[in-house]
């Protein structure tokens, strides 16, 4: 047995955190780019933390989700403010680019130098600068990956940005910053954390410590994901998802995802659907192909074994199977309202561009089974 570990720096977790941050970003650097969503206002509480500190500031808005552009402008925009140190704070688009500007600043050139897939693929040899992750959703778990997905719209997909150097060096989880998230995207999110602590434990490159993480991420996911999608003040409950997502953002870093991230990467490059809902409508269809394509070819594989303890996990049941996690999990989805891909402009004529790109995405490649075009196509087909 070997695997790695590698994380944050340092994490801090807990409700009103986010009062410290003026003291810590002072040690770190002088005048911070602070990364937002598409407004500013959310960040009032940090900017005046971050002036009270007299730490200079410089913020930089993200509408959408990242793309290649975006972080070349947000790095030209901190180095022409003289900016030592990046707070990234939002969902993950935010924190995404904010680790992307972090790491073009000491590595120069441009994203295409350094991506996967469709890049360049050169090795980044600097550590990033400075750099401080505040989610402000519960789904991606960014504020402890050592990635950026960006999409190219020129390549109509989105990829990775990735090296150890891009850990964060401060990730500060405030739960209570999720209260005020509307219902419709506390599902996508939570979905996407609760994909990102179940892909794991079944991947191919799964490993005890991520094990530890993804097992107490479904725990607490399987009680807490409807009530805080039913009950945004429910402040347990949203802290659940926020543990959940920082799991899982562990999880991930550590060891693989799975199918349902394959194919998130290329549909997020090609429609304007964002990634919690992708992950959300694909993961009950992933599960169900999955389990039944491991009973065909690999019925006592460890793999199907793992999807039973999920089934237990997910439904408190010490019997229940795979098959009970996949309906517990159908049943979730269809109770949080998720939309389908065809609403945002998908269709059957797509699914062949996107099963093209996701077979060498490297989500998929974590996939505990691999799988045939048919049964991908299945996958889409039930998503769709």
């Known amino acids: 047995m070997r695997f790695e570990f590698a994380t944050a720096t340092r994490i801090i977790f807990g409700d009103g955190t986010l009062q410290e941050i003026g003291p810590l970003a002072a040690k770190m650097g002088s005048r911070a780019l602070v990364v937002t969503g598409r407004t500013t206002t959310r960040a009032t509480l940090l900017l005046d933390a971050l002036a009270a500190q007299e730490t200079g500031t410089v913020t930089f808005p993200v509408a959408g989700e990242p793309t290649t552009e975006i972080a070349r402008l947000g790095t030209q925009r901190a180095r022409e403010s003289d900016c030592d140190l990046v707070i990234g704070f939002g969902g993950g688009s935010a924190l995404d680019t904010g680790k992307a500007i972090a790491t073009l600043l000491t590595n120069g050139g441009v994203p295409l130098d350094y991506l996967e897939v469709i890049g360049r693929g050169q090795p980044l040899t600097q550590p990033a600068a400075p750099y401080i992750a505040i989610p402000t959703t519960a ?10 997905v960006l999409a190219s719209p020129e390549h109509r997909v989105k990829v990775s940005l ?6 964060p060096r401060l990730a500060l989880v405030d739960p209570e910053l999720t209260h ?7 599902a996508s999110t ?3 954390a609760l994909t990102q602590v179940m892909e794991p434990y079944v991947s191919n490159r799964a ?13 607490r996911a399987a009680r807490s994901l409807r009530r805080a999608y039913e009950q945004g003040d429910d402040a347990v409950a949203r802290a659940d998802m ?3 997502s920082l799991f899982g953002g562990l999880a991930l870093a ?3 995802l799975g199918a349902v991230h394959g194919f998130a990467g290329p549909i997020g490059g090609m429609f304007p659907a964002p990634h919690g809902v992708i992950c959300a409508r694909l993961l009950p269809h992933a599960m169900a192909v999955n389990v039944r394509a491991l009973q065909e070819r690999f019925p006592g594989s460890e793999s199907l074994q793992r999807y039973d303890e999920i089934a237990r996990i997910l439904t408190g049941h010490d019997e229940a199977t795979a098959d009970d996690g996949v309906a517990w999990v159908q049943e979730l989805c269809q109770a949080l309202q998720v939309p389908s891909l065809a609403s945002y402009g998908m269709t059957p004529a797509d699914l062949s561009v996107v099963i093209e790109k996701a077979s060498v995405a490297s989500s998929m490649q974590g996939n505990p089974i691999k799988l045939t075009p048919d049964e991908m196509q299945e996958i889409l087909t039930g998503a769709l």
């Open 207 to 219: 490993n005890p410590m991520t094990d530890a993480l993804c097992r107490e991420g479904m725990r």
């Open 139 to 148: 789904g991606t778990g960014a504020e402890v990956t050592r990635n950026a």
């Open 242 to 244: 926020a543990l959940t």
């Open 180 to 186: 005020s998230l509307p219902p419709e995207v506390t």
């Open 254 to 256: 550590n060891a693989k």
């Open 162 to 167: 990735r090296s150890p150097l891009m850990l």
């Open 190 to 192: 939570g979905l996407d």
